[in-house]
């Protein structure tokens, strides 16, 4: 059974930076591609990031030059550096991942991430 933990959430006024990680129970070596997820407020579910085995990275345009997506294979974490956080970042952040082509094959139980003054 695969178990994804992130962690890292909580509240930031504008502009602030916070960091997300997800741990994982297994070896995340093989693991194809290791997502972020974000769903705000009246929207549906939607790719953050995504980085795969080879360390190809991928962004949604909405977080390009303030999101980094990182792995690290030995730890067996992805984490997730916001930086320039805006209000519309608001919403539960989920780690998954993906194990071949496709939608995900597991999802992490999310984190709250809140910016506001």
């Known amino acids: 059974q695969v178990h994804l933990v992130e962690s890292g959430g909580g509240l930031v006024q504008p502009g602030g930076s916070l960091r997300l990680s997800c741990a994982c129970n297994?070896?995340?070596?093989?693991?194809?591609?290791m997502d972020w997820y974000r769903q705000t407020p009246g929207k549906q579910r939607e790719l953050v990031a995504a980085?795969?085995?080879?360390?190809?990275?991928d962004y949604a345009d909405f977080v390009k030059g303030r999101f980094t997506i990182s792995r690290d294979n030995a730890k067996n974490t992805v984490d997730l550096q916001m930086n320039n956080l805006k209000p519309e970042d608001t919403g539960v952040y989920y780690c998954?991942?993906?194990?071949?082509?496709?939608?995900?094959?597991?999802w992490g139980q999310g984190t709250q991430v809140t910016v506001s003054s």
């Open positions: 998954a991942i993906k194990m071949g082509l496709g939608p995900p094959d597991y």
């Open positions: 297994r070896n995340i070596f093989a693991i194809y591609s």
């Open positions: 980085v795969t085995t080879s360390d190809i990275t």
